[in-house]
């Protein structure tokens, strides 16, 4: 089992900055890529970005490529979403997610997931 708490969400201006955090424990995470995802209200939960755990290979979707940033601190087990250039648009609950597949941006091939983080942008 894999247990995942996120952290870091708020309401911040468009163009602000936010960083949220994934806490993970309960197992070694080498082997899995954490995935960051999000939901806004009456749409699909869609991928954002991840990071695979022991070679630290980073992937985005196509909207968060170069505003967002995923990294890990391995000795703080702990898996960051850094979020610049924020819009309206971003405004959504993310949530952190483990998978041992290589690299998926599939939210169904994710097994361990957080509580999810709201984060508001407003115009």
């Known amino acids: 089992q894999v247990q995942l708490v996120e952290s870091g969400g708020g309401l911040v201006q468009a163009g602000g900055s936010l960083r949220l955090s994934c806490a993970a424990s309960g197992r070694t995470l080498s082997s899995y890529t954490m995935g960051w995802f999000r939901q806004a209200p009456g749409k699909e939960r869609e991928f954002v970005g991840g990071?695979?755990?022991?070679?630290?290979?980073?992937f985005y979707s196509g909207s968060a490529k170069g505003r967002f940033t995923t990294s890990r601190d391995s000795a703080k087990n702990t898996v960051y979403l850094q979020m610049n250039k924020l819009e309206p648009e971003d405004t959504a609950v993310y949530y952190c997610a483990a998978t041992t597949d290589y690299l998926s941006d599939y939210d169904r091939a994710y097994e361990y997931w957080g509580q999810g983080t709201q984060v508001t942008v407003s115009s």
């Open positions: 990071i695979h755990w022991s070679s630290a290979t980073m």
